[in-house]
C-alpha cells in the first residue's frame, strides 16, 4: 500500500459526459502527479501540482483540467468524453518537487467509456 | 522532444535466469531514472532508482546501470522467481519546470518455473 488513495476504483460512462477522479496524496507529500495508462499510449504524465499551484504540465487535453485543493488533495476532471479517453487514470505523490523526489503511485481508477 | 525507449518489450526467463532490460533517454539534462513494477490490477511501485553522478546501484538481486554518455540504462534482475512476473517500466526525468517523469512503453516480464 502506496499511502496515496485513489476513487471510484471502477467508472462506466458513456460518450460526452463528464467524470471527476479524485485522489489523496500521502501525508506529508505535496506534490501531485496525474497520469494516463493506456495498451496504445502507455503511462503518459499529465500534469503536476504542488501545494496547490499547477507546477507542471504534459499531454493533457483541453477537455480535462485538474485542481488541488488546501487540503492536498486533487481532483481530475474529464469532460465531454470520448471512447479514446477509456484508460488507467493514476494519481502519484511526492514530497517535494525535487528531480529525485520518489513519485509514490496509487492504485488507479479504471475509466470506461461507452 | 522527450522520449525513453525500452527493449525488450516482453521477456520470458527460467526461473533463477537472469534478466535485462534496457532504456535509452533523449535528453542529456536528465538526472534521474527511476524503475517501476507495475502487478496486475495495481499501480507502479518504485523498486529501484539510480542518479546521474552514480554508474551503478545495487539492491539484493536487482541492480541498475548507468551510462550518461550514451542515454543508456539498464535494470538487471539475478536469480528471478516467479513472483518477478509483472511490467516493468523505466523512466527519466524531466526537469523544464516541474519533476515530471517519461515514462518506456513498458517490459512484459515472465518468469517460468
Known amino acids: 500500500d502506496s499511502g496515496v488513495t485513489q476513487t471510484p476504483k471502477h467508472l462506466i460512462t458513456a460518450t460526452g459526459q463528464r467524470v471527476t477522479l479524485r485522489c489523496s496524496p500521502r501525508s506529508g507529500d505535496l506534490s501531485v502527479y496525474w497520469y494516463q495508462q493506456s495498451l496504445d499510449q502507455g503511462l503518459q504524465f499529465l500534469i503536476q501540482y504542488y501545494n496547490g499551484e499547477e507546477r507542471a504540465k504534459g499531454n493533457i487535453l483541453e477537455r480535462f483540467s485538474a485542481q488541488q485543493f488546501p487540503d492536498l488533495h486533487s481532483e481530475l476532471n474529464l469532460s465531454s468524453l470520448e471512447l479514446g479517453d477509456s484508460a488507467l487514470y493514476f494519481c502519484a505523490s511526492s514530497v517535494g518537487v525535487k528531480e529525485y523526489n520518489e513519485q509514490f503511485f496509487g492504485p488507479g481508477t479504471r475509466l470506461t467509456v461507452l | 522532444g522527450e522520449n525513453v525507449e525500452q527493449h525488450p518489450s516482453t521477456l520470458s526467463v527460467q526461473e533463477g535466469d537472469s534478466a535485462v532490460i534496457k532504456c535509452t533517454y533523449s535528453d542529456s539534462a536528465s538526472n534521474y531514472f527511476p524503475w517501476y513494477k507495475q502487478e496486475l490490477g495495481k499501480g507502479p511501485q518504485l523498486i529501484i532508482d539510480i542518479r546521474s553522478n552514480v554508474g551503478e546501484k545495487k539492491d539484493q538481486r536487482i541492480a541498475v546501470t548507468l551510462n550518461k554518455t550514451a542515454k543508456h540504462f539498464s535494470l538487471h534482475i539475478t536469480e528471478t522467481q516467479p513472483e518477478d512476473s509483472a511490467v516493468y517500466f523505466c523512466?527519466?526525468?524531466?526537469?523544464?519546470?516541474?519533476?515530471?517523469?517519461?515514462f518506456g512503453a513498458g517490459t512484459i516480464l515472465r518468469v517460468k518455473s
Open positions: 523512466a527519466a526525468s524531466f526537469m523544464e519546470y516541474g519533476n515530471k517523469l517519461v
